[in-house]
């Protein structure tokens, strides 16, 4: 059963790791993935990025993909906690966790939760710029292909 | 009654985050709708007027335009997601 939280608080790497393998041996290793807020420089460099969602609609949305995630792999333990609100750059967004006997399946789930929670679930990310400019960050055509390359061949 | 939603671009668009809505004579799909509310008024069809970038869920899935819509249903409207 996997670990699924929606929250605007910072998340602690470390203690997610450790809750993980808490009172087992049987993992051989985790697959991880933090996405991170990437700031720019110059006159349209970022301040901030905020991201809204559907509150009643996103935690059942990660934790639809963490059980597909656990359908394809044989998972000892998955993770997956993703922050809203107004962040800076620097700032973690998202943290993966799987957990598995071997690295193939822990690094492959971690590629594939990251992969597919970018399109299936409810978050919408707003930039504001050092310019004074507020815009939505729009869906790009490479997160939808790296979802898609999951749809076949598994 | 359909209890409808509205997500980030949508929402600043439609200058609301929700609202209560009787289904409209002859509406039965999420298309038929998004085809309503675009041409209700000028919000709408400034929210609604490229559909291509209009995603819907129905009771909290994400749902095709095809699909149908019933009494009670909560309806939400937002652009394609990025989050991650």
């Known amino acids: 059963m996997a670990t ?4 605007s608080a910072p998340f602690d ?4 790791l450790a809750n993980l393998l808490a009172g087992r041996t049987d993992i051989g290793g985790i697959g991880a993935f ?3 807020v990437r700031g720019s420089s110059g006159e349209d460099a ?3 990025m905020t991201l809204e969602h559907y509150p009643a609609m996103t935690a059942r949305a990660l934790t639809r993909i963490a059980a597909e995630a656990e359908t394809r792999w044989d998972l000892l333990g998955c993770t997956v906690i993703h922050r809203f609100g107004r962040l ?5 967004i998202v943290l993966v966790l ?13 590629s594939f939760l990251i992969d597919w929670l970018k399109t299936r679930a409810p978050f919408w990310k707003q930039e504001e710029r050092q310019d ?8 790009c055509a490479s997160d939808d292909e790296a979802a898609a390359r999951w749809e076949s061949g598994t | 009654m359909l209890k409808l939603l509205y997500f980030a671009s949508l929402r600043e668009r439609m200058g609301r985050t929700e609202e209560d809505l009787a289904i409209p004579a002859g509406i039965a799909t999420v298309a038929d709708l998004t085809k309503h509310l675009q041409a209700r008024d000028a919000a709408g069809a400034a929210a609604f007027g490229e559909s291509s970038l209009v995603r819907a ?8 335009a095809s699909t149908r819509i019933r009494d009670g249903d909560e309806i939400a409207f937002f652009p394609p997601v990025t989050g991650g």
């Open chain 1, 4 to 7: 699924v939280r929606v929250q």
């Open chain 1, 13 to 16: 790497t470390g203690a997610e």
């Open chain 1, 34 to 36: 933090v996405g991170v």
């Open chain 1, 46 to 48: 970022l301040v901030s």
């Open chain 1, 88 to 92: 800076v750059p620097g700032d973690p």
């Open chain 1, 98 to 110: 799987a957990a598995s006997t071997h690295r193939e399946p822990a690094l492959a789930a971690a």
């Open chain 1, 132 to 139: 004074g400019s507020v815009s939505w960050v729009e869906a």
């Open chain 2, 57 to 64: 869920a129905v009771n909290q899935e994400f749902a095709p």
